[in-house]
């Protein structure tokens, strides 16, 4: 069943509503385009949508609606007592929840959670992080993004309080007002939000998390001395997170940490072979935390989600497609990937799904996005494009691309420049040559 709601307190009672019934949630964005929502909604197989009455332009007229300001559900909704619900859930393997990611086909690709998932996470966070009843858990993420299931659970499974950060106190000095006044003690941020903080704004017994992107020494040196501060790393395919470090400010770099609680991971080479410390290789994923595959998509389902060779028969693990590297110390390093995906904002990316959408335009003859960072710890999205056609006017087909980008993908997918060359550069090998691609004059669009 899908979930379409602003941040607040009815959408929790919702989310535990479909969840008591013994559904899956999939949680809708008002601000992804409708295309991709109606396509989320048909591959999920959802039929019904709890909704609040300011979504009724965002969904397709084929689901059943079910609104819960309005007067009629209301009066239903009162008519039906208190008494406990007859339906729940089956089995620890039953599906909690499906979190759309971007896809490198071209779609976004759902992932389907586990019961068994989310108990193995919430473990985590009583082990780790030391979270429980008294706790005051912040409410950061936006309810589209993984971490959002991460911190509503983190609160609520654990007997924690869960306080909803508002939109507009999300960012600048209001945050850190706001976690003092409403007493947090644990909060997870990007670390590009941290960032901009002022230091020592957020007191020091906030336990502090740091998730979604690559966190800097600089944000590591500012923020973890004198507190409990972690780096958290994990994919949705591993349940939100799969390991963790306790941030240490005299380490000479920013490690991801080891595994969280019910998980094991592995660095390995080509052959399946784990590879030594120092030696860089491709993290795989085992464990509890693993979810059941791809919605509607088992080809993919079996290739990423493959046989562990290290544990007992039927065992899977995860291959995440991140490069890393063990220390010494039995630390992992996260070190880059070994394909085209990115994150930015803590949102995952692939790239090939804008290039994709790009590419659908009749002019195009050929698109390379790519992730920037002309100023250190500012990533963006440009679109470089070659025209099928010489001579075509160059603002015009930026702008037709524009609205094409804003049309079928997120606003965090939409490049903020569209560059349009005579001919990609390539280096001799005939590979493209990122070095030699133009930084764009200016920004042009709206995401990224």
Request: hydrophobic content about 45%; overall charge negative; charged content about 20%.
């Amino acid at each position: 069943m899908a979930v379409a709601m602003e941040r607040g307190v009815d959408l929790i009672a919702a989310l535990l509503g479909v969840l008591k019934a013994g559904s899956a949630y999939l949680l809708l964005d008002a601000e992804h385009p409708g295309e991709r929502v109606a396509f989320m909604l048909r591959e999920a197989g959802v039929e019904s949508v709890v909704m609040a009455s300011g979504w009724s332009g965002v969904l397709p007229d084929a689901v059943t609606r079910v609104v819960v300001d309005d007067p009629a559900t209301v009066r239903v909704l009162q008519g039906l007592g208190e008494g406990p619900l007859t339906a729940g859930v089956r089995s620890s393997a039953s599906a909690a929840y499906v979190i759309y990611t971007s896809g490198s086909t071209g779609r976004p690709k759902g992932v389907l959670v586990s019961h068994a998932g989310v108990a193995s996470m919430v473990a985590g966070h009583v082990r780790h992080l030391g979270v429980g009843p008294g706790s005051r858990v912040g409410q950061f993420a936006s309810a589209a993004f993984d971490t959002f299931g991460w911190e509503w659970m983190m609160a609520l499974l654990t007997g924690a309080a869960l306080v909803v950060i508002p939109r507009d106190q999300r960012l600048g000095g209001a945050l850190p007002a706001l976690l003092a006044r409403e007493r947090v003690t644990h909060v997870t941020l990007p670390p590009a939000v941290l960032a901009t903080l002022e230091e020592g704004s957020i007191g020091q017994d906030v336990v502090l998390v740091v998730a979604g992107e690559a966190s800097s020494s600089e944000v590591l040196g500012r923020w973890a001395p004198g507190r409990r501060m972690f780096n958290s790393y994990g994919p949705a395919e591993t349940t939100v997170d799969a390991t963790l470090w306790r941030c240490d400010p005299a380490a000479g770099e920013v490690a991801i940490g080891r595994p969280i609680a019910n998980t094991r991971v592995f660095v390995l080479d080509d052959r399946l072979q784990p590879v030594p410390v120092g030696v860089i290789g491709e993290l795989y994923v085992s464990g509890l935390g693993l979810a059941r595959g791809y919605v509607g998509r088992p080809e993919l389902t079996v290739e990423r989600f493959v046989a562990c060779p290290f544990g007992e028969s039927g065992e899977r693990m995860y291959r995440t497609g991140d490069l890393v590297r063990w220390t010494a110390e039995g630390e992992l390093v996260f070190a880059g990937r070994a394909d085209q995906q990115v994150k930015i904002r803590g949102q995952r990316i692939e790239l090939g799904e804008i290039e994709s959408a790009l590419a659908a335009h009749s002019a195009v003859a050929q698109v390379v996005v790519v992730a920037r960072e002309d100023t250190p710890g500012e990533k963006r999205l440009v679109a470089y494009v070659v025209a099928g056609e010489p001579g075509r006017d160059t603002k015009a087909l930026v702008s037709a691309l524009e609205e094409l980008a804003a049309e079928r993908l997120p606003q965090y997918m939409v490049p903020s420049a569209v560059v349009v060359l005579e001919e990609l550069p390539l280096t001799t090998n005939g590979k493209l040559d990122r070095g030699a691609l133009p930084v764009p004059e200016h920004v042009v669009g709206t995401g990224g």
